[in-house]
């Protein structure tokens, strides 16, 4: 146990000088940790470290899925609904019969049900690979929209195929009437079970007397008591996690005070990037492993088979984009679609993020070693080498490729008519307006009497001067230097007000609870400067 620890230690160690490099090279963090995985499972020190499918599932996957349906849109989530559940299941259920008919009249003893296992592993795309990897580019709004939505259902549907591949495998029979109405049962239950957990939990936010550490450490439990309970049914945890989390992501303002949202932010953020991290090391590090239990003998043909199925993955996906826009276009007659015209860049790009990862990476570590009889299982070695290389060539090909394609097609957003920036200004200045009106209808007599108030009037009278400016092109300049000079001031004040406090707290006088209240003060408002000129930074 104690070597254990030091190994986990050291490669926590790893995954943060890697993601630091990941960050000074400009190439997303899961691409550089799986390749920098691969030497490390080389080294005798880490040669103890296996992959516990379970593990996975159970304690990876649970937070993972929940932090990607809290940080979700449920709005852009509604607006691209069809072409969300098309991705999520129609297509991860043709992917899944094209690689089954395909390595089953490939590969030399791959039955159609072991195609269909294989299918069901490496059919779903990852979210957590092409959000980090469009972090750096700019794409349109519901580019991204449509990519995490798809990303956070098309999980369920694959691991019910797997499930039931699995099962025809192990069992030798498979009834597809039965198969299809089993199917859909996981998923609407799954969906059920979410939203009744979902709704346990709202309650004890609202109307329990929370703290912000109970509402934190409640916001861990929720994904696991969602998964578990969906699991224990034999219904899909994956969906049960996501449709609660979704819930209760929309009600966040009702059920959690500001501070709980605020640390409850930093610390998922820290969680999630922790469990991330390890996921794609682990996935690098398995990979010798994988070769050593194929042989020599097989791994020629076995890496022409996976590039060959990885192949056939890329192309599948880019065929299904074009085709449901072309299926957009001919419904749009009939039926109000979020938009009958697509054209060929938003498919192109979605169907080039078809990187895989850490669902993929479980289902294939969670396929038995002996069926039920004894015998072992079939091809078990070559669907892990295969689910492997696919992880990796995805997540290195169309990974490193991706940003020089968003920016080659250069795609406008279509969904705005204004930039980022001048939706931040009107909403800005619709906020300071009303602020000004209420003072002035409601506190009219403090306005005269009160210093604190006219100071309140002042600044957000200068606000909407300055926003104003911003309005027109002639003086847009002015007030960016404006803000400019702004920052830059109050960044000098807040590093002066700092070293006073640090002073101020070596006196015996000082009570250091109070320093440490204005400098948590300090943190908010340098953290508010931040977030207004984050778009500048970019």
């Known amino acids: 146990m104690h070597h254990l620890i030091i190994q986990y230690t050291c490669l926590l160690v790893v995954i943060l000088f890697v993601v630091m490099l990941a960050q000074k090279i400009k190439i997303a963090y899961p691409i550089v940790l799986v390749l920098a995985g691969l030497p490390l499972g080389f080294v005798p020190f880490l040669n103890g470290?296996?992959?516990?499918?379970?593990?996975?599932?159970?304690?990876?996957?649970?937070?993972?899925?929940?932090?990607?349906?809290?940080?979700?849109?449920?709005?852009?989530?509604?607006?691209?609904?069809?072409?969300?559940?098309?991705?999520?299941?129609?297509?991860?259920i043709l992917t899944s019969c094209v690689v089954a008919l395909v390595s089953s009249s490939l590969i030399p003893g791959f039955t159609l049900a072991i195609g269909f296992l294989l299918g069901g592993i490496i059919s779903p795309p990852d979210a957590v690979s092409a959000t980090a990897i469009l972090k750096n580019v700019k794409v349109p709004k519901r580019f991204i929209s449509i990519v995490e939505g798809e990303s956070l259902m098309n999980d369920a549907s694959s691991l019910v195929i797997f499930r039931f591949a699995l099962a025809a495998v192990t069992t030798g029979t498979f009834v597809f009437s039965q198969a299809a109405v089993n199917f859909v049962v996981v998923i609407v239950m799954g969906?059920?079970?979410?939203?009744?957990?979902?709704?346990?939990?709202?309650?004890?936010?609202?109307?329990?007397?929370?703290?912000?550490?109970?509402?934190?450490?409640?916001?861990?439990?929720?994904?696991?008591?969602?998964?578990?309970?969906?699991?224990?049914?034999?219904?899909?945890?994956?969906?049960?996690?996501?449709?609660?989390?979704?819930?209760l992501s929309a009600r966040r303002q009702e059920i959690l005070t500001h501070r709980s949202r605020l640390q409850g932010v930093n610390v998922w953020e820290a969680v999630a990037f922790v469990l991330n991290g390890f996921v794609f090391i682990l996935i690098g590090l398995e990979f010798p492993v994988i070769i050593r239990e194929l042989g020599p003998a097989g791994l020629a043909p076995a890496i022409k088979y996976s590039l060959i199925i990885t192949g056939i993955l890329i192309v599948t996906r880019l065929l299904s984009t074009f085709g449901a826009m072309v299926f957009t276009m001919f419904i749009s007659r009939f039926i109000t679609t979020a938009d009958p015209t697509p054209g060929w860049k938003g498919p192109l790009l979605i169907g080039w993020t078809g990187m895989r990862g850490v669902v993929s990476l479980a289902a294939a570590l969670s396929v038995p070693v002996a069926l039920q009889s004894g015998a072992a299982f079939p091809q078990r070695n070559l669907i892990l080498f295969i689910t492997f290389v696919v992880i990796m060539v995805t997540l290195v090909l169309q990974g490193l490729t991706l940003p020089k394609l968003v920016k080659w097609v250069n795609m406008p957003d279509p969904d705005y008519t204004i930039s980022f920036d001048q939706q931040q200004q009107l909403v800005r200045k619709k906020l300071?307006?009303?602020?000004?009106?209420?003072?002035?209808?409601?506190?009219?007599?403090?306005?005269?009497?009160?210093?604190?108030?006219?100071?309140?009037?002042?600044?957000?009278?200068?606000?909407?001067?300055?926003?104003?400016?911003?309005?027109?092109?002639?003086?847009?300049?002015?007030?960016?230097?404006?803000?400019?000079?702004?920052?830059?001031?109050?960044?000098?004040?807040?590093?002066?007000?700092?070293?006073?406090?640090?002073?101020?707290?070596?006196?015996?006088?000082?009570?250091?609870?109070?320093?440490?209240?204005?400098?948590?003060?300090?943190?908010?408002?340098?953290?508010?400067?931040?977030?207004?000129?984050?778009?500048?930074?970019?």
Do not use: C
Not at 205 to 230: E, G, S
Not at 457 to 467: H, I, V
Not at 492 to 514: F, P
């Open 49 to 92: 470290i296996q992959i516990d499918p379970e593990l996975i599932f159970a304690i990876f996957l649970p937070p993972l899925l929940y932090e990607s349906a809290w940080n979700t849109s449920w709005k852009d989530f509604w607006k691209w609904r069809r072409v969300i559940s098309s991705f999520a299941f129609l297509i991860v």
């Open 191 to 247: 969906i059920a079970t979410g939203l009744v957990v979902a709704l346990a939990f709202y309650a004890i936010h609202r109307w329990l007397p929370t703290t912000t550490n109970i509402d934190i450490i409640l916001t861990f439990i929720t994904p696991y008591a969602m998964y578990m309970a969906a699991e224990e049914f034999h219904f899909s945890g994956v969906l049960a996690v996501v449709s609660g989390g979704l819930f």
């Open 432 to 538: 300071s307006g009303l602020s000004l009106q209420l003072l002035d209808d409601n506190y009219a007599d403090q306005l005269k009497t009160n210093d604190m108030v006219k100071s309140l009037q002042l600044r957000l009278n200068a606000d909407m001067a300055l926003l104003k400016d911003w309005e027109k092109d002639d003086n847009a300049k002015r007030a960016d230097d404006y803000y400019r000079d702004y920052r830059k001031i109050m960044s000098h004040l807040m590093q002066e007000q700092r070293k006073l406090l640090h002073t101020l707290n070596k006196k015996e006088s000082i009570n250091d609870v109070i320093v440490k209240q204005q400098l948590d003060l300090l943190d908010l408002e340098e953290e508010k400067l931040r977030q207004h000129f984050a778009r500048e930074e970019e």
